[in-house]
């Protein structure tokens, strides 16, 4: 499949174990934050999403953190298993989504079986 | 599956060539987004259509434009191709005319687009 930013920052986790993908944002106004998947030859894939006045959201096998002080958003991923294999990116947009959506730059997470 | 379908998978193209990229929204979504992914620039917002009409408009080109149809299928349109427009192109929709909590974007599996 096409690789996508082969110059992406690279984390490394075993089987099972948690994974924390950081994420920090541009703008302090943002109020809407998403996380995507992208795996090898696919479009990104929505995860979970959290608006500026949570700072914790979760889902099945998933959180996410928002620290608005520090502007710093975090994927926590439980017991993480290999088809977590992929690139993530955190969005963020502002106005109430009357802005396009930004992306960060994304995280290869690599699971070592 | 997203929902979000885009056609065509592959396309090979020479420099100066036009071609035509298309997206079919998830069923019921009103917005639909173009974004292009290269290796060095990431994701990238070109342009968005609600139910018809441009929304919002990013680095996109002048070369390029795009367009939403009655039935919200959308087309983008790329001319005079030069090499460095080799990239993904990805379309997304939404429900609503805006990306925000409940209405998030969902992407297609994206169009790969060589220019040689």
Redesign the interface.
Known sequence: GESVGLHLPTLSVQEGDNSIINCAYSNSASDYFIWYKQESGKGPQFIIDIRSNMDKRQGQRVTVLLNKTVKHLSLQIAATQPGDSAVYFCAENWNSGNTPLVFGKGTRLSVIA | D?G?T?TPKHLITATGQRVTLRCSPRSGDLSV?W?Q?S?DQ??Q?LI?YYNGEER?K?NILERFSAQQFPDLHSELNLSSLELGDSA?Y?C?SSR??????N????????T?LTVT
């Open positions: 997203s979000v885009q987004y974004y992914q290796l990431g994701l917002f968005q919002a990013g993904l990805f997304a609503q005319g805006a990306s925000s909590y209405s998030p974007l969902h992407f297609g599996n994206g790969r």
